[in-house]
Every structure is written in C-alpha cells, then in structure tokens.
Nanobody, 114 residues
Framework: QVQLVESGGGSVQPGGSLSLSCEASGFTVSGYPMNWVRQTPGKGLEWVSYINSGGGDTSYADSVKGRFTIARDNAKNTLYLQMNSLKPEDTAVYYC???????WGQGTQVTVSS
C-alpha cells in the first residue's frame, strides 16, 4: 500500500523554524522527483519547492526562496523541508507530492502566528 506521511507541522511564532518530513512506504521514492505544495483557504494550492530524484537539483517559489530548504534521503525513503524565518503568510497545510506518479500525502498543518 502506497503511503506518504508528513510530520513536523505545528504552531510557531513569526521568525521561528519548523522542519517537515515526508516518509514514503509501499514504493521507492529514489527514482522520482518530489515537491512540497501548500494549501490555504484563501490562496488555494501553491507550489513551494522541487527536488530531483538524486537530490542535486532544487528550486523554490519566490515566496520562500532563501528561507526554506528542501532535501531528501533516498536511503530512508524520506523527503524534508526545513523552514526558517517563518512568516504568517506561510500558514498552510503542507503536502509532499511525488512527481510523475502524483502521489500526495495527507498534509501537515503549519501555523505561524504571534
């Protein structure tokens, strides 16, 4: 059974940090690019970051560039997102998405508020 389980979300004050993880099971992620996507009630779905299958190529939305870092550990079948200098506008449900297969996790809530 294919599963993607995100974790690491929570509530944090502006300027704080959170580290998200997305652990896959039921298939091997190593051959696929992966993304982080977030959703807010007002803005809908927003692509956040991309990493290629080997981890050597990454890209970011302008809104998070310089603050977020995507990484992966194929040996652990896991994707990561380090989020620093968080802003209230980063508040959203964050999903990991497997490219090409379009597998989605269940999402993890990130709330940035004072």
């Amino acid at each position: 059974q294919v599963q993607l389980v995100e974790s690491g979300g929570g509530s944090v004050q502006p300027g704080g940090s959170l580290s998200l993880s997305c652990e896959a099971s039921g298939f091997t992620v190593s051959g696929y690019p992966m993304n982080w996507v977030r959703q807010t009630p007002g803005k809908g779905l927003e692509w956040v970051s991309y990493i290629n299958s080997g981890g050597g190529d990454t890209s970011y939305a302008d809104s998070v560039k310089g603050r977020f870092t995507i990484a992966r550990d194929n040996a652990k079948n896991t994707l990561y997102l380090q989020m620093n200098s968080l802003k209230p506008e980063d508040t959203a449900v964050y999903y990991c998405v497997v490219g090409l297969l379009d597998y989605w996790g269940q999402g993890t809530q990130v709330t940035v508020s004072s």
